[in-house]
């Protein structure tokens, strides 16, 4: 990769999309997942991972009917966390649907790069074991299941992927962000092939009584109405689970092996807000939205519809709507934008990786997905947010905002292939 005195990339390896996964609340497989997008599906519904009679939060979105058996052997299964057997599930739907055969492939030359909080709600039910049963009681393999590190790792394991293998974790802009060091690890050369995005599954009674104690989550009972970006009643985000993988190829293997080519992963810019440790910040946020831009060499003018980050909280629907105003300037009434988590909630470190999989097919659709729930303009969020009902319009350049609680963001750019 070659820069110039200006931060802005002058020449680099174009890396391509091939191949989509999605475990999600709406859908166990991409076309299910896209299908419910566009017809505004709601996959908000009543918790049923524990007991929620005394939280004040009730819902979270859900992924419902996943047997993991579908997707794997009953001995890997046992042997993963839930959040694991989502990465795994994700990623062998895009290894097929990009058509690639690991026996056919330079395995050291396949990487893994999916972003996860691993599986802090096992420490809670390991700790009432030890105290319960004493501490040889606990599970053999509690770290394996716990750890970030060991998504990615039971995902190479899976498929024979031998090339580079990390998990990345910066909040909310996880998904995004490892969508973006995929795309500069293949730059650098270090492989031909990555196996890319998110895999979460954070529904807890500790995750769940963190965020309504700190007043982050909605009270309301109405599924329908519980997650509403960038309305004026918005109160809070809705918990998700689940996972999205891309498959992310250099232009010269995509090329080699005839595979068809959905999208280009065009580029990436981040920021960190160094501002507070749950508000966000417009100014910085709008620093990765035109690093991005420049990563990518397209012009603001360029940028067809945004995937927004679109939380339903007041603080982070204002500034990401004042940011897309800062690098737009008054384009950006023009410019449509909706929020996936209307319908499938917030999906944490998985967010942004499930979010580039409906980018990818915005573009090759031209259907632009609905921000539902949507009733009552906010003056702060004045906007084109495709209210409640998919919109038909060509998309040439999408971008996909990604905005972590503690400041750290990151945006990435695709494009439809020529």
């Known amino acids: 990769m070659a820069l110039n005195n200006g931060g802005t990339r002058v020449q680099s390896k174009r890396i391509v999309i091939t ?31 524990f007991d929620t009679t005394a939280y004040p939060t009730k819902l979270a979105a859900e992924v419902k009917g996943f047997e993991p058996t579908n997707y794997m052997h009953i001995k890997r299964a046992d042997r993963t966390s839930l959040a694991s057997q989502f990465g795994i599930a994700a990623a062998r ?12 492939e330079n395995a050291e030359r396949v990487g893994v790069v999916i972003a996860t909080s691993g599986m802090i709600s096992l420490i809670c039910q390991q700790w009432d074991i030890m ?69 979460e599954s954070s529904i807890s009674q500790v995750s769940i009584a963190s965020l309504s104690k700190v007043g982050a989550l909605p009270k309301e009972t109405d599924p329908r109405k519980a997650c509403r970006p960038f309305d004026l009643n918005r109160t809070g985000m809705i ?8 498959i992310l190829e250099t232009c010269e293997h ?10 280009e992963l065009a580029g990436a810019g981040w920021s960190f807000d160094a501002f507070n440790e749950t508000a966000p ?45 800062k690098v737009f300037g008054s384009r950006a009434y023009s410019i449509p934008m909706s929020s996936n988590k209307s319908m499938i909630g917030h999906l944490a470190c998985a967010a942004g990786a499930v979010e580039a999989v409906a980018a990818v097919m915005t573009i090759n659709t031209g259907i632009l997905p609905p921000t539902i729930a949507y009733e009552t303009p ?16 060509p998309v040439s350049v999408c971008m996909s905002n990604s905005f972590g609680m503690g400041g750290q963001n990151c945006c990435i750019v695709l494009r439809r292939y020529e």
């Open 131 to 199: 105290k319960a049963k004493g501490p040889m009681r606990i599970d053999p393999l509690f770290i394996n299941k716990i750890a970030a590190s060991m998504v990615p790792s039971q995902v190479g394991l899976e498929v024979g992927a031998k090339g580079p293998n990390t998990s990345i974790n910066s909040a909310c802009a996880s998904g995004s962000d490892a969508l973006g060091a995929a795309l500069n690890l293949m730059r650098l050369g270090h492989a031909d092939v990555i196996i890319a995005g998110g895999a």
């Open 93 to 104: 739907m895009a290894l097929t649907s990009a058509g690639i055969d690991m026996s056919k």
């Open 254 to 263: 995509a090329a080699s092996r005839g595979a068809h080519i959905l999208a």
């Open 19 to 49: 191949g989509l996964g999605a475990i999600t609340p709406i859908g166990l497989s991409v076309s299910e997942y896209w299908d419910g997008l566009v017809n505004g599906k709601c996959g908000i519904g009543p918790i049923t991972h």
């Open 281 to 325: 910040s417009a100014e910085t946020q709008a620093v990765a939205m035109k690093s991005a831009l420049r990563d990518a060499l397209i012009s603001p003018d360029e940028v067809d519809y945004i995937n927004a980050h679109g939380t339903a909280t007041k603080l982070n629907d204002s500034a990401e709507t004042a940011a897309t105003k």
């Open 239 to 246: 918990f998700g689970e689940g996972a999205g993988i891309l």
């Open 378 to 393: 906010d003056p702060e969020c004045d906007l084109d947010y495709v209210p409640n009902v998919a919109r038909r319009k």
